[in-house]
């Protein structure tokens, strides 16, 4: 069990402390400041674009660094200590609801839910989960949206129809099981993987459902838009080449998702780069529909979130571009 826990915190998935950024991030005229906020395989376009040299080949001279906190990341942003961050959709929704209105999405790189409720294997299916201890990490996070989310195409409430157990990090969710403690709990990759390899089961394949979700953001802010529009498009142009580095060259990508994950399971790195590719976005382009989607569940939380449109949050020049100009058809072929 040492040995596992030492192989997800190295995953960072869930796990992302928030360790800053050394020194004070000052963002330059002539420099972007891009930071991405956990070492998980959706963060990856980032460091291959930096790591191939794909920013300079785009003209576009970029600091990459590390702040492992959503509302962090989202505040350096906003101070102008940043100018980019990939980062979870969800914190920068709820700061633009809260008054944030300089800050905007400026493209997606990860566009639906990728995550899977495992279990018991005496759980027959997923109608049989009504009544059963259901673990999440907590309630508002990622896992609890999945949940929310994925069940109601059932006709489920997990707020009503199961016992919520709230376990404070995913981590818990397999000793919990084995504990005997909860029934099922929601995940994402690669620890449905291990609960299989420990004979547990998966219940619901939440990645298999294709449900639009703002998962990973392009964040900035409208007037560093304004100001760097033109280095944001090189930048723009570098992540999505990036992003098809990905899809088109496993061998190189997982060089580099190993270099900064640590992972040295091959088949562990090669499960979680196979869930996350299949909700990347190429285009960068943002589904309303995702961000829909975190304004109606927390709707009754936020009571802003109920006359908030989509389009509000997010800017589509830079798709627009990548699309208008050739360069995804140039890119891609045919395939796009």
């Not at 460091?47 to 989202?74: C, H, M, Q």
């Not at 570098?238 to 994950?261: G, N, R, S, W």
């Not at 009754?300 to 800017?315: L, T």
Request: include cysteine; charge should be positive; glycine fraction near 10%.
């Amino acid at each position: 069990m040492i040995a596992l826990n030492r192989l997800l915190t190295r995953l960072g998935i869930g796990l992302a402390a928030c360790i800053g950024v050394a020194g004070t991030v000052q963002a330059q005229s002539s420099t972007l400041t891009a930071f991405y906020t956990a070492h998980v395989v959706s963060m990856a376009p980032m460091w291959i674009a930096k790591e191939t040299g794909l920013f300079k080949k785009n003209g576009v001279d970029v600091r990459v660094v590390y702040i492992g906190s959503g509302p962090i990341g989202t505040t350096s942003i906003l101070s102008g200590e940043a100018d980019i961050g990939i980062i979870g959709g969800f914190a920068p929704i709820r700061a633009i609801l809260g008054g944030a209105k300089n800050l905007v999405i400026i493209g997606q790189s990860k566009k639906a839910m990728v995550g899977a409720i495992v279990g018991r294997k005496e759980i027959t299916g997923v109608q049989d989960l009504k009544g059963k201890r259901l673990g999440i990490d907590r309630i508002g996070s990622n896992p609890d949206m999945y949940t929310q989310a994925a069940l109601a195409k059932f006709q489920i409430d997990p707020l009503k129809d199961l016992s919520y157990v709230q376990m404070g990090s995913t981590s818990q969710g397999i000793p919990a099981l084995k504990a005997g403690a909860i029934d099922a709990f929601t995940t994402a990759p690669p620890y449905d993987l291990f609960a299989q390899r420990l004979g547990f089961k998966v219940i619901l394949d939440i990645t298999a459902l294709k449900i639009p979700f703002a998962a990973t953001v392009l964040l900035s802010t409208r007037s560093t838009v304004g100001r760097k529009q033109a280095e944001i498009a090189k930048f723009a142009r570098a992540y999505a080449e990036a992003i098809h580095t990905f899809l088109t060259h496993p061998e190189v990508a997982a060089k580099v998702v190993q270099q900064y994950t640590k992972v040295e399971d091959k088949e562990v790195l090669s499960y979680s780069m196979a869930a996350e590719g299949k909700a990347m976005e190429p285009s960068l382009r943002v589904d309303p529909q995702g961000i829909d989607l975190i304004l109606n569940l927390i709707r009754k939380s936020v009571p802003q979130a109920a006359s908030a449109k989509a389009e509000d949050f997010y800017d589509p020049r830079f798709s627009s571009e990548l699309k208008d100009s050739g360069f995804l058809s140039k890119l891609w072929g045919d395939k796009q």
